[in-house]
């Protein structure tokens, strides 16, 4: 369904031309025009459906700018999503001149505090920081029209109950109140009870999920082989956006560190690093200064990202249902997707799994031989040399005289052979990486020939708060640290690259 056939004003379709969007995906279409009647909803469907879109239009369509007063408020359970909601709600209702700011930890209260202060029409929050603000006063909810629970089941896994229940009593009773979630656990239902006027649930099939559109893949390897393999794929499958996940903050750290000593622009998020430093990766990576983003599951948790063509698995999930919100990065907005997943001979049960929640089998992928990385390689390098000499033709008169004695000197066959060989990564200069390894994933017992079962994960208790999230995101005693002292763009002579615990010379 057109985007114009949804009742939607003028001003915000045009917003939507602009943005690139044509057809409404299957939540934006069965919700958006339930808002517009001014219904509460239950929104559930998987991460990348486009749900910021299906509640944020309702929401901006409603706003009276003459107004100058808070109208919409939104809860997010972390602060990047909440920035990424701010930044869609905005360009979404510029024509209409709404201003729209985001609240959140880590980051300058005062800043937030002189915002609040020019009266945005909507304020995206996470719950912690919401919360600071009502209780100096900084933030008043009295005149809010439309309230949103964004990402709710995350929120709930997160322990932020008691939060949201404190800033739902501080909003009118008379108002609309729009939920979206992945799951629908019984906390979720009993929210729905408590808090909203006969909501109108939308769930969105599996069939329906954005992971139809992606190509799933697994690799069978050892612990040892996974790295070496990654990088192959790289080489031969050429992402233009790649995020790679692991387990834990120390797995990130290596990965990001191990991919980067071996040429490629890669960094990683995870909820160690400070805000400012979270920020401004996502930042590189949106504007393709990076290539590849590592990160954990929390790190990664609603990231609304354009343009991801592939996901790597390095460590497969413990939890099915992460496994769908990590490939849910790419295959967006009815584009296709790659993802490739690496497990060791003990994990074929967590594959059988994933299989039975997505209904959908991986197929087994060969893993890259070193010929056909090498292969892939100059051909990325090939392609790299005819783009700049088409890119920088006029640039390159000044380098000419010099470029004459070269070939006085030496064939044009060897400066072609040395230029690619700067550009490539030659197996036998590869810098060796070392990954250590994590601690395997509990043994999953096989029944019904070979099927996993996924027993006792209820959707109410498939994590378990503050210490899943310390599991999850791994144990900062085994940190490592690497750092490169080549110079940006030097290639790396033959050498051994080992991440060593810290103490360890």
Sequence with gaps: MKFSELGLSKELLASIERAGFEEATPIQEQTIPLALKGMDVIGQAQTGTGKTASFGLPMLQKIDTELRELQGLVIAPTRELAIQTQEELYRLGRDRKIRVHSVYGGADIRRQIHALKDKPHIVVGTPGRLLDHINRRTLKLETVQTLVLDE?????????????????????????????????????????????????????????????????????????????????????????????????????????????????????????????????????????????????????RGLDISGVTHV???????????????????????????????????????????????????????????????????????????????????????????????????????????????????????????????????????????RGNYKGRGGDNRRGGKDFRRKREGDRKGDHFYKDKRKKGEKSKKSSFVIRNKGER
Excluded: C
């Design 152 to 300: 709710a089941d995350e929120m709930l896994n997160m322990g932020f109950l008691e939060d949201i229940e404190a800033i739902i009593s501080k909003v009118p009773e008379h108002r609309q109140t729009l939920l979206y979630s992945a799951t629908m656990p019984d906390a979720i239902k009993r929210i729905g009870v408590k808090f909203m006027k006969d909501p109108q649930h939308v769930k969105i099939k599996a069939k329906e999920m954005t992971a139809d559109l992606i190509d799933q893949y697994y690799i069978r390897a050892k612990e040892y082989e996974k790295f070496d393999i990654m990088t192959r794929l790289l080489d031969v499958q050429q992402p233009e956006l790649t995020i790679v996940f692991g387990r834990t903050k120390r797995r990130v750290d290596e990965l990001s560190r191990g991919l980067e000593a071996r040429g490629y622009r890669a960094e990683g998020i995870h909820g160690d690093l400070t805000q400012q430093k979270r920020m401004s990766t996502l930042r590189a990576f949106k504007s393709g200064e990076l290539d590849i983003l590592v990160a954990t599951d929390v790190a990664a």
């Design 312 to 450: 790597y698995n390095y460590d497969i999930p413990q939890d099915p249902e992460s496994y769908v919100h990590r490939i849910g990065r790419t295959g967006r907005a009815g584009k296709d997707g790659i993802s490739v997943t690496f497990v060791t001979p003990n994990e074929i049960g967590y594959l059988h799994t994933i299989e039975n929640l997505t209904k959908k089998q991986m197929n087994p992928m060969r893993p890259p031989t070193e010929k056909e990385a090498f292969r892939g390689s100059l051909g990325t390098a090939f392609d790299e040399i005819e783009e700049k000499l088409t890119k920088d033709a006029q640039k390159l008169e000044k380098y000419e005289k010099a470029a004459e004695k070269l070939l006085e000197a030496h064939e044009p066959e060897e400066l072609v052979a040395l230029l690619l060989r700067t550009l490539a990564n030659d197996p036998d200069d590869l810098v060796k990486v070392d990954i250590t390894p994590e601690r395997p994933l509990p043994n999953r017992k096989q029944k019904g020939g070979g």
